[in-house]
């Protein structure tokens, strides 16, 4: 399969979101997914930040690739140094929503260290290469993963709400019940998968 | 691009990214955490100070010599270092919650190293906190009273003097050493009497694990320079006629050796009735025998009530033997006087303090009249 057929920035944007779900088509991210969807509330706080710092390090990301690494012919170095833009854009998103809005802050900035670790992250940048995005297409794949992560979050944090109340087997309460929850979640969004190709 | 020059490129790429970036962190530290000078106005302008923003507010006021207590340092793990806050400084962190009260919460009451000075703020502080001074003492001398615990003996600097309340307490600093990488503060009582007014004396026992205690323990010598926060604490004696029931376990010993000295010096030792109880496992647990057995001698109305747990062969032990809250309950029962009212003290673990309010209480004593300071 070649890129060529999503160029229509809407389509790449929903099938990121949907189809090729980063959570539930590519299984990243999965430490905090099945951590923190224990609460709704920081569900919440955790997908607004991912999303976010997806957005931004996505675009980042992409500048460094094609400004610095390709032209020095040093694109091995990507692993190293996407972590890095990662780790200094989170430093810096915390300081600066730290100044501008407290009320964010609260929300968010508890979450922000824990996102430097997480993998979605830096797979989103990983697949922006792998997948020749443009600038564009980066930061709308960005920002289409990022909601894409936050939708899957809620939607397990609301089923486990469930399932907390369910009569589950005593072994499979707690993480147990939660992965099963993930493969049938996957299996929905998977069905989608045939509509759009990302890859 | 031959092999030299790879060799070259790809870690100047990294470092030159990382520099760019870590540039544009300053550069954003710098715009972003400028908050100015902030003013902090002390209950109800009583005491105003300008201060750099940006910082928490547990260092802004530390730096203007007002010294909140704070046992951690500022990490947000002792939950000491509470003032109320009237100005609005945004809502309470995940951080302090687990340290506030109800109570607390609905007063505004926060944890001063949490609150970070981003705009002038109102805070309200205990007045006696303004008393409150910071020494860099000099070690005078150590003596092992029992197995496990120091007596330190500390000299503050030359022309300083400390206001104290005996039964109150100073914070003890130790520097980094071994894995521990920061500096660390513990509280502890004085069991110098106020009259010293150029030292301070520490009881300290060795805790298994603990940081301060091991070091002064292991590697604190005479002659060293400590730095000392202090006084703080409530803990004192009632300006009352009414039996005073004292209960202490270990180091618990401290803030009673210091209260009994004062009382003597002032000369009102003789104006009630004392009865002080000291619970230890065996005779190596007891110190100062002979100095109190000696105030027991000649004070008809100090009474001196040392009890052993567990007392060895060895020990020769012909006094009360028993759990502490035993041979309390026992003399509240049959020898203290039932007529005259009773106010309790109390320093030692929460364990044995909680059992020794349970006693008091079951012996009919007001709960209210009970002080205590419990080991944290």
Redesign the interface.
């Known amino acids: 399969m070649n890129a060529a057929p999503v160029l229509n920035p809407f389509a790449l944007f929903f099938a990121s979101i949907f189809t090729s779900n980063i959570l539930l088509a590519n299984f990243l991210g999965m430490c905090s997914f099945i951590s923190i969807s224990k609460d709704m509330k920081s569900s919440n706080g955790l997908g607004m930040a991912v999303t976010v710092v997806l957005t931004v390090t996505t675009a980042l990301n992409w500048v ?1 690739l094609n400004y ?2 390709i032209p ?3 694109q091995y ?1 990507r692993y ?2 996407f972590i ?2 990662i780790a ?1 854009v989170v ?2 998103l915390e ?2 929503i ?2 501008v809005s ?2 964010l802050y ?1 929300s968010l900035g ?1 979450f922000l260290p824990l996102i430097t670790v997480n993998c979605a992250i830096l797979g989103v940048s990983l697949f922006m290469e792998i997948r020749n995005y443009t600038f564009l297409q980066s930061v709308i794949y960005g920002l289409g993963s990022g909601l894409g992560w936050w939708l899957a979050i809620m939607l397990l944090s609301a089923i486990r709400k469930k399932t907390e109340k369910a009569p589950v087997p005593a072994g499979l309460k707690g993480p147990g019940i939660t992965v099963i929850t993930i493969g049938f979640m996957a299996m929905a969004f998977i069905g989608f998968s045939g509509m759009l190709a990302v890859q | ?1 031959t092999f030299d020059m ?1 060799f070259f ?2 870690p100047a ?2 470092g ?3 520099a760019g ?2 540039a ?2 300053s550069i ?2 710098k715009i ?2 400028n908050y100015g000078d902030i003013t902090i106005d002390i209950n109800n302008g009583k005491k105003e100070l300008v201060v750099k923003g940006g910082q928490p507010m547990l260092f802004g006021l530390a730096g203007e010599g007002i010294f909140v207590p704070s046992a951690c340092g500022g990490r947000g793990s002792c939950g000491a270092c509470k003032v109320k806050v009237k100005s609005d400084v ?2 309470v ?2 951080t302090e919650v687990p340290y506030l009260t109800k109570e607390e919460l609905a007063d505004d009451i926060r944890l001063s190293c949490q609150i ?1 000075l ?1 705009q002038d703020v109102d805070i309200e502080i205990p007045e006696e906190l303004f008393n409150v001074q910071e020494f860099q003492a000099t070690i005078e001398r150590i003596r092992d009273v029992t197995h496990d615990i120091k007596e330190v003996y500390c000299k503050l600097p030359e022309g300083m003097e400390i206001t104290f309340t005996s039964g109150q307490y100073g914070q003890f600093e130790v520097p980094p050493y071994d894995k521990v990488k920061e500096k660390t503060m513990r509280a502890y009582s004085m069991s110098s009497p106020p009259s010293d007014k150029n030292h301070l004396e520490f009881l300290i026992r060795l805790v298994p694990g603990g940081i301060v205690t091991s070091y002064v323990h292991q590697y604190l010598q005479e002659g060293q320079k400590v730095r000392l926060v202090g006084p703080f604490g409530d803990f004192f004696v009632r300006d009352t006629d009414a039996q005073m029931i004292c209960v202490a376990g270990g180091s618990g010993m401290a803030p009673f050796k210091s209260i009994f000295q004062d009382m003597l010096d002032r000369g009102t030792f003789d104006d009630r009735d004392i009865w002080y109880f000291f619970g230890a496992r065996t005779k190596k647990d007891v110190y100062y025998l002979d100095w109190l057995y000696k105030l027991d001698e000649e004070h008809e109305r100090f009474h001196f009530v040392p009890a052993l747990s567990e007392p060895q062969p060895e020990d020769n032990w012909d006094g009360p033997t028993g759990l502490i809250t035993e041979v309390l309950d026992s003399y509240l029962k049959n020898t203290i006087s039932q007529e005259t009212p009773k106010e309790g003290y109390l320093c030692g673990s929460p364990g044995m303090l909680d059992a020794c309010i349970k006693v008091m209480g079951d012996n009919d004593m007001e709960t209210e009249k009970i002080y205590f300071d419990k080991f944290a």
């Open positions: 460094i610095v690494l020095l012919n040093v170095l190293i140094v890095i833009s200094a430093q810096m300081m600066i730290d100044r407290q009320a609260m508890i | 691009m790879l490129v790809a790429a990294i030159g990214i990382s970036l870590a544009l962190i954003t530290d972003v955490n945004g809502p962190m995940p970070k981003k």
